[in-house]
């Protein structure tokens, strides 16, 4: 019985991680949707751009653009505007060349 209550639960498992996968990937996507929209713009990004972006995502509650300093230079939230709410070793470490990393799984033997 303790197998079948394992497998069940193992099962569970591995359906919610591919659920959070899925939606993580769909985050992701639509963050490279809106790069493509604003990098040629950029610094001068329209808020009606991250507005439109904003109302086709749900689980979004705000875009905002930092500047290498960390000062808010545009956001769908106007009273965040012109805004310093970023730690400046983040936004620095963010800066830097391969910020983003793709988590691995190792096994020990």
Do not use: C
């Amino acid at each position: 019985m303790y197998q079948n209550v394992e497998k069940t639960f193992e099962s569970i498992s591995s359906t919610r991680v591919k659920l959070l996968k899925t939606w993580v990937n769909g985050q992701w996507s639509q963050l490279e949707v809106l790069l493509d929209l604003v990098s040629d713009s950029f610094p001068n990004i329209s808020v009606k751009t991250l507005q439109e972006r904003l109302d086709i995502v749900p689980d979004v509650s705000e875009y905002f653009v930092i500047d290498a300093q960390g000062k808010v230079i545009q956001s769908t939230t106007s009273s965040r505007l012109n805004t310093v709410e970023a730690n400046p070793k983040a936004v620095a470490e963010g800066l830097k060349p391969n910020f983003y990393t793709i988590p691995t799984l190792t096994q020990t033997p």
